[in-house]
């Protein structure tokens, strides 16, 4: 059983109910009973033993009959201990079948089979046999160990199952008798059984009858799809052909500018670069595409992820590097058109896709637009205006339409939680059995995704009184308030007091499977704001350039890009309630955002004012990452 539980267990989940549940058991039990037996013919003297069953006496009946009442009682009084020092006893490995021939076949085994076989092998031979080799005290205890230790149970578990085996064990080595306890154990094992049956009774209540990933497919679907228009074998291609980066490399060496490496990691870049060049080659050809989209075959929301998610990360790094390496070379027109595939497939995982596809697109965007800053610094003024121009339109072109955060897919993700945790009455309430309720002290997988360790006994009080029509009502409510205010930026939101969390609290009358799914969407919509501010960052300091090519000085403000056509529209400043913040300063100037202390730190250099220190997001001047000794690194503005 113990190798059955490290090779098919998983969090706490059996991934073949058959095999752990039944095959292996039953196939522990015929050893339990073959193991004696055998070893009693091969050496006899040293291994046979004495099943005596049952005295005929008053007081054995008495006992018999008392003894599964001191083993309830005792586990009960382990468990409020286990609970007051602050552990948790499971239920054990969670049992996902709900096909009745199976659970009654385990319910026979758990009640009957089991108990009769492990007290015949624990009580009658091993303790037996470690009696008379060791004495009965150590067998006593010896015993209730290995008993207890191959239930496979955390700390909690294992001490009742420890106290259950050293109380049979005691009975065994006082009174001799096998029966008593056998029954004893059938007696306590058929209780568990009638509150597995009831927990099973409520559990079939628990239906998913809508199909959500079905939904999604069809709403996130193009409108007059055409497969030939799909960008999506051509990433699959990418990433099938993607090269992972040698360990030699760290995730800096492929972020900072290329000459600032030691000589020989640049051969491993430039390495690295050629072996990926068909991967890329087929995400630039991804990117000529119209849209980006992908048909899921899976049982669940909870189970759609990006594909190959850290490899799309990765890539995006790859083409950066590609485009520092042009810029190196001088190849400034080709360097900006691998930003430019860059930010395209960026684009193709916005609008209706998943939350993780969108945070990936994002974190592409901004990747991107970190690359073309460093470019533009460590260009010297060899950038021509028509390259800048070049290279701004079509990114203004691409940016034009907003990119905020869609909600779809999350709302699909809430309301299938919903069928997957609470009842269905038919008529559209419910509630969440008894059995989900305690065990939200080992929380169910998708909440685990979420990094739900443990609940605490108010917590799960609060989850036992929620109700299905209710939380589906909340839900619905929710979303409609995030569509309503995800167009707002952090300052706006902060200037009308408006408060995400707070506001869904009081809205969901603290609902906890809500405050569950829900904790950091404030910051996701956050992100959405700030890679937009990143983006127009870029565009402002290309603006700028090209300004003073033109003109042979920056300008003294941003209106004046403006005025002369330079860019559309003041980029905002998604912490304040103006443009972002430019100064002009001898021949250089500095353009930066406001942190998240909404305040204006003079251009601090931060990553968005997080953290004790505040400060301000900088785009201009760059702040150059470089090495001390070969592999310390450190930041610093130019």
Not at 199 to 204: D, G, P, S
Not at 320 to 338: I, P, Q, T, V
Request: hydrophobic letters at 40%; aromatic letters at 12%.
């Amino acid at each position: 059983m113990l190798v059955g539980y490290i090779v098919l267990v998983d969090t706490g989940i059996s991934q073949n109910d058959l095999m752990f549940f039944l095959v292996l058991p039953f196939l522990s039990y015929f050893l339990m009973l073959i193991c004696p037996v055998i070893a009693n013919r091969i050496i006899p003297a040293l291994i046979s033993y004495d099943l005596a069953w049952f005295q005929k006496k008053r007081s054995e009946i008495i006992w018999s009959f008392l003894l599964p009442l001191i083993l309830i009682i005792s586990a009960a009084a382990i468990r409020l201990l286990v609970k007051q020092l602050g552990m948790h006893i499971t239920s054990g490995t969670l049992l996902l079948t709900m096909n009745t021939a199976f659970l009654v076949v385990y319910s026979f085994r758990m009640a009957l089979v089991g108990p009769v076989v492990e007290e015949i092998f624990w009580r009658g031979f091993i303790q037996d046999r470690l009696g008379k080799v060791f004495g009965p005290w150590i067998a006593l205890f010896t015993q209730a160990i290995a008993f207890a230790a191959v239930h496979v149970r955390p700390i909690g578990g294992f001490l009742e199952v420890f106290v259950i085996g050293l109380i049979l064990g005691l009975w065994r080595c006082k009174r001799k008798t096998l029966l008593p306890v056998i029954f004893a154990h059938i007696i306590t094992n058929s209780l568990w059984c009638v509150n597995f049956w009831y927990n099973h009774t409520e559990l079939v209540k628990v239906k998913s009858k809508i199909d959500y990933v079905s939904q999604f497919n069809e709403i996130s679907k193009p409108a007059n799809y055409d497969p030939n228009n799909n960008a999506a074998n051509y990433y699959k291609n990418a990433f099938g052909l993607f090269v992972e980066r040698p360990e030699e490399l760290s995730k800096l060496d492929i972020k900072i500018w290329p000459k600032d490496l030691p000589e020989e990691k640049q051969v491993l870049l430039e390495n690295w670069l050629s072996a990926n060049s068909d991967a890329i080659k087929q995400l630039e050809l991804g990117t000529q595409k119209p849209y980006y989209w992908v048909e899921y075959h899976v049982n669940s929301m909870w189970d759609i992820s990006l594909p190959d998610l850290k490899k799309s990360r990765v890539l995006t790094y790859a083409i950066c590097l590609r485009a520092k390496n042009n810029a190196m070379k001088g190849h400034f027109k080709e360097a900006f058109s691998d930003l430019l595939t860059g930010y395209k497939f960026g684009k193709h995982l916005s609008g209706t896709k998943t939350l993780i596809e969108q945070l990936v697109g994002i974190a592409t965007e901004s990747l991107l637009a970190e690359a073309g800053l460093q470019i533009i610094d460590n260009a010297k003024g060899k950038l021509s205006p028509e390259v800048l121009k070049h290279f701004q339109e079509n990114l203004q072109s691409l940016s034009s339409e907003k990119s905020f955060i869609d909600l779809t897919g999350e709302k699909f993700t809430f309301h299938e939680s919903i069928q997957m945790t609470f009842t269905d009455d038919g008529k559209g309430d419910g509630y969440i059995p008894q059995i989900s309720v305690e065990n939200m002290a080992d929380p169910p997988p998708y909440l685990r995704a979420l990094s739900i360790v443990s609940m605490s006994d108010e917590q799960k009080k609060s989850w036992a009184k929620l109700r299905r029509r209710e939380t589906a009502e909340y839900i619905d409510k929710v979303f409609e308030y995030l569509n309503s205010v995800k167009h707002k930026t952090p300052a706006q939101l902060h200037n009308e007091g408006i408060n995400l969390q707070k506001d869904i609290a009081e809205m969901t009358n603290n609902n906890q499977l809500i405050l569950l799914l829900i904790p950091a969407i404030d910051r996701f919509l956050q992100i959405s704001h700030r890679s937009m501010a990143e983006t127009n960052g870029l565009i402002t300091t290309l603006a700028l350039f090209r300004y003073k090519a033109d003109k042979g000085s920056f300008p003294i403000s941003l209106q004046e890009l403006v005025s002369s056509n330079y860019i559309k529209e003041l980029p905002m400043d998604p912490y304040s309630e103006g443009p972002l913040v430019y100064k002009r300063m001898d021949s250089d100037f500095i353009l930066y955002s406001l942190g998240v202390n909404f305040e204006d730190d003079g251009g601090k250099p931060s990553k968005w004012g997080e953290g004790e220190q505040g400060g301000d997001q900088v785009f201009w001047p760059v702040m150059r990452v470089e090495r001390e000794n070969g592999n310390k690194q450190k930041g610093k503005q130019k």
